[in-house]
C-alpha cells in the first residue's frame, strides 16, 4: 500500500517541497526506511526556527545539488557548514544546454556527466549515520533524478517513483501561478510550464532513456562508476 503522501510531507517553514522517502515499498516487500532520504527544495529560505529543526531531526548529510553560481548567489544555512555537501550535477565548462523540454535537459545531465550523478549517489552512501537530504532549487528534476535513481537501487517499483516524483506538481502549483503572473509576456508562458510543472510523464520518459540508452538506472550506475559494493551498499542504507 502506497504511504499517505500527507504523512511524509515535513513543515519545514521556508520549504515548499520537502518529504521524506519512508514507507514508499519495494518489490521485495520491503520498504523505505523513514529517515533514510529525504527530498527538498531549495533551503535557502528556511526560518531561524526550522533550520534549528532540521539539525536536531537526525539529518546528517545535506546534499546540495545547485550549480556554483546558485550556490554562491542563494546560500542557504548550510552552506560551508559540517552538515552541508555542495555536489554540483554540472560542470562550470559545460558549454550552454540546448534542451528545449525538460526531460531533453535532464537526460543531457544524464549522459554529459555520469560520474557527477555518480558522486551524487555516492554521497548518500558514504554519510555519516543519520538522514540524508537532497535538493537544487525546486526538489523537481535535478533532486528528482537523484531520488528516482537511489530508489529504482532500492527496488521501489517504476510506478511509485513517478508517483513520488509526480507529488511535486502539487507542492509547486501554487509557486508556479505566482511565476505566469508575474511573467507580462505571455509568450513566455510555455517555457515557464515547461520547464517548472512537474508532471508524471517526463519521469517516465527519463526512466526509458535510461531503460534504452543503459539498460536501466542500475546499469546507468554502473556505467556511471558505481561498484556492485557500493549499490548493496545505497540498498541496506535506504530500505528497512
Excluded at 64 to 81: I, K, M, N, Y
Excluded at 124 to 140: D, L
Excluded at 172 to 188: I, K, W
Aim: proline letters at 7%; one cysteine or more.
Amino acid at each position: 500500500m502506497r504511504p499517505d503522501p500527507a504523512t511524509r510531507r515535513l513543515d519545514w517553514p521556508g520549504c515548499r517541497n520537502a518529504r521524506d522517502l519512508g514507507g514508499l515499498p519495494t518489490a521485495d516487500g520491503g520498504a523505505i526506511r523513514t529517515g533514510a532520504l529525504i527530498r527538498a527544495d531549495s533551503l535557502q529560505h528556511l526560518t531561524p526556527d526550522a533550520t534549528e529543526t532540521v539539525r536536531q531531526s537526525g539529518v546528517s548529510r545535506i546534499l546540495d545539488l545547485r550549480s556554483h553560481g546558485e550556490v554562491t548567489g542563494f546560500p542557504t544555512p548550510f552552506t560551508g557548514d559540517s552538515l552541508g555537501l555542495h555536489l554540483s550535477l554540472q560542470d562550470p565548462a559545460d558549454p550552454p544546454s540546448t534542451a528545449t523540454t525538460i526531460v531533453e535537459s535532464c537526460t543531457e545531465m544524464l549522459d554529459r556527466h555520469p560520474e557527477l550523478v555518480a558522486a551524487a549517489l555516492l554521497a548518500i552512501v558514504e554519510a555519516p549515520p543519520g538522514a540524508v537530504v537532497v535538493h537544487c532549487v525546486g526538489g523537481k528534476d535535478r533532486t528528482g533524478v537523484i531520488v528516482a535513481l537511489a530508489l529504482a537501487v532500492a527496488g521501489v517499483p517504476e510506478d511509485e517513483i513517478v508517483a513520488d516524483y509526480f507529488l511535486t506538481q502539487e507542492n509547486l502549483a501554487p509557486l508556479l501561478a505566482e511565476q505566469l503572473a508575474a511573467e507580462p509576456d505571455t509568450s513566455q508562458h510555455a517555457w515557464l510550464v515547461e520547464f517548472r510543472d512537474t508532471r508524471a510523464e517526463s519521469m517516465t520518459a527519463i526512466l526509458r532513456h535510461l531503460d534504452t540508452t543503459y539498460g536501466g538506472p542500475v546499469a546507468y550506475l554502473r556505467h556511471a562508476g558505481l561498484t556492485e559494493e557500493q549499490l548493496a551498499a545505497l540498498r541496506a542504507r535506504l530500505t528497512a
